[in-house]
């Protein structure tokens, strides 16, 4: 294990600001895995942490496969994470929203830059990443539908599902989506958590990225466990909305099995205490996102998204 | 006449709303209309003392009105109210939802609900500010695709410069795409400073409105000539950034004809007492943007400059 520093800025007052490495094995550039971008992804951190763990000791028994390397930064922004600002706090930009990345641009266009530069030539490339709205998720691989997605290859994850992403407007200039254009086939891995460490979310994807590993012929190991994925794509949830705004009471869970008419939710007055509304599942399926972890939901809201059940 | 053009529950014991005043003729109508929209990022103000001083000068000339002219000040309610650039709660960027969808998110509801009532405009303009960190001259951004149409009506408005710029997928989500690709012209005006009203830009915009409405047949009143701008592509900005962490301090001394080597402004280190670095042109030409905000780090942007 090699600990490198693959980027910095000198800060002011501040201590510098450092984007850390850790390489296992040597060779060509065989993965990539990165951790956070924002300053409230901790699970996202937490999660490269346990890989780096069980990286370290499979290196010591000398499971690395000769001539593969691989690349782990648990953090691409200490900064924010520090000051609890969830994107750069200077100008309030999102380091996930510059890539490629300019290095004579704006601060976190060089940082994009700076680590862009660094792993963009590795042949597959994981990041950790969040959704723009708090919540817990099922835990998946996502990717972009750039036409340069390999969904067979996305299985090998074995997570529970893989989640194809119709390229919007703004995701262009996400690492994900840039990784895809340089060739490098990338995935965006989702545990059920963000803001809260989930060890055991965090553990089921170490396995999963180790599982992907050992079938790239890139480490040895033996895997157990793991699901056969399942793929969707952003048409195929289904969107359960609050219509009122109030205190938000949830009673599914994220991975139940509900039926149609299931009572999911309900929106509690915030001064009387009444239910305002009764949040029934429109079809029968398996809850994939809920935005449990909110006290209060909006009106006009996603609350839930639900996959059907398989026909 | 306020009209609510949309409304949504907030959690506790409040609505969102969003309005606009419709000021119509008092007399003849030549069925034109004109809109006035701002407050889409929270914390970009100048367009409030616009949106002010347009209408207390059509109220005092009112029997000039011939046109409808709709305005609307707070597009984004909550943020403007939070001092915060997107939507607070959701931590979107508002510019970045259009064209929105009425079946859609709450957000998007809003931003389809905007889309609709802006339909039927002759003309829209759509004021920002620059954010806390710059200071812009009054100027107008063009996307390329639309630059045809739009630039002989943005001469009509009054500002000093206007930046026709290359494409970009990104911007697809924003407002003015939007109303532009539905044969809306919209114009986006950016000048001044974040969370600031500098009186004379947005005074010179007022004129412009004026100018721009009289050219449209909807204000017969007297206006004030307006003043011809440049008009440049990307290739002749030249923008300087940072090298270092520190704090900036300003050395300019005028913006429109700046020599090469004139010096812009300093970084310093104020553990030290000392000079870090000293900014200058590297170019003649015409400063349109520059650092308001002291703190920098290694990257910030410094200042934009025409190459003249
Ligand atoms: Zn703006």
């Known amino acids: 294990m090699e600990k490198k520093t693959i980027f910095q800025i000198n800060g002011l007052y501040r201590d510098d600001y450092r984007v850390t490495g850790y390489e296992f094995g040597q060779g060509e550039k065989s993965a990539c895995v990165i951790g956070n971008f924002r300053g409230n992804e901790y699970q996202q951190i937490y999660t490269c942490s346990q890989l780096i763990r069980r990286l370290e000791s499979l290196e010591k028994q000398g499971r690395i496969i000769k001539g593969k390397k691989i690349l782990v930064i648990p953090s691409g922004n200490p900064y924010s994470i520090n000051v609890q600002k969830r994107f750069w706090a200077t100008d309030n930009t999102d380091i996930n929203r510059m890539f490629p990345g300019y290095n004579l641009g704006e601060t976190t266009q060089r940082i994009a830059e700076g680590i ?47 989640v194809l992403r119709k390229v919007r407007p703004y995701d262009t200039t996400t690492l994900n989506y840039n990784w895809q254009i340089w060739e490098t086939k990338a995935f965006s891995m989702y545990t059920t958590s963000t803001s809260r460490l989930d060890v055991n979310s965090a553990n089921q994807a170490v396995n999963a990225i180790l599982r992907f590993f050992a079938k790239q012929g890139i480490i040895q190991y033996e895997s157990t466990g793991g699901f056969v994925s399942r793929v969707l794509e952003d048409a195929d949830f289904v969107s359960v909305r609050t219509k009122t705004a109030g205190f938000f009471h949830c009673i599914t869970q994220v991975g139940m099995e509900v039926e149609k008419g299931d009572l999911m939710a309900e929106v509690i007055d915030p001064y009387e205490g009444t239910v305002k509304e009764r949040v029934t599942a429109p079809i029968s399926g398996t809850l994939f996102f809920s935005r449990d972890t909110e006290p209060i939901t909006y009106a006009n809201t996603a609350v839930f998204k639900l996959v059907p059940v398989q026909e | 006449m306020i009209e609510t053009i949309a409304k949504v529950e907030l959690p506790v014991d409040e609505t969102l709303y969003i309005r606009k005043n419709r000021i119509k003729p008092l007399g003849e109508d030549c069925g034109k209309r004109i809109s006035i929209v701002t407050g889409i990022h929270g914390d970009e103000l100048e367009g409030q003392y616009v949106a002010f001083a347009l209408q207390e000068r059509i109220q005092q000339n009112i029997e000039h009105l011939k046109g409808t002219v709709d305005v609307y000040p707070g597009m984004n309610p909550l943020g403007i109210d939070s001092i915060t650039r997107g939507i607070p709660a959701f931590d979107l960027d508002m510019n970045r939802l259009f064209p929105g969808n009425e079946e859609g998110d709450m957000t998007e509801y809003l931003a389809s609900k905007i889309v609709k009532d802006l339909e039927g405009s002759d003309v829209c303009v759509d ?62 005006v950016e000048m001044g400073v974040g969370m600031r009203i500098t009186r004379k830009y947005c005074e010179q915009l007022v004129d412009g409105i004026f100018y721009l409405m009289h050219e449209m047949g909807i204000w017969t009143g007297e206006v004030a000539p307006v003043r011809e701008p440049i008009v440049s592509q990307d290739g002749k900005v030249c923008f300087l950034n940072a090298n ?32 870090l670095d000293e900014i200058v042109s590297p170019v003649d030409g015409i400063l349109f943007t520059l650092r308001e905000y002291p703190v920098v780090d290694e990257g910030s942007l410094i200042a934009r400059i025409l190459e003249q």
């Open chain 1, 116 to 162: 862009f530069d660094y792993i963009k030539d590795y042949t597959y490339g994981m990041q950790f990443t969040s959704f723009y709205m708090p919540g817990t998720f099922m835990p998946h691989v996502r990717m972009m539908k750039t036409g340069f997605e390999d969904v067979d290859l996305a299985k090998e994850f074995n997570m529970p599902y893989v």
């Open chain 2, 127 to 188: 004021i920002h500010a620059s954010n806390i960190y710059l200071e812009e001259i009054p100027q107008i951004r063009i996307n390329e695709l639309h630059a045809k149409e739009l630039v002989p009506l943005a001469k009509k408005l009054n500002v000093d410069y206007i930046w026709v710029h290359a494409a970009s997928t990104v911007l697809e989500s924003t407002l003015a795409y939007t109303m532009n690709s539905r044969n809306v012209p919209t114009l986006v």
């Open chain 2, 244 to 275: 270092m962490s520190g704090i900036f301090v300003s050395e300019t001394k005028h913006w429109m004809d700046l020599k090469k080597s004139d010096l812009i402004g300093k970084i310093i280190d104020p553990l030290e007492g000392k000079v």
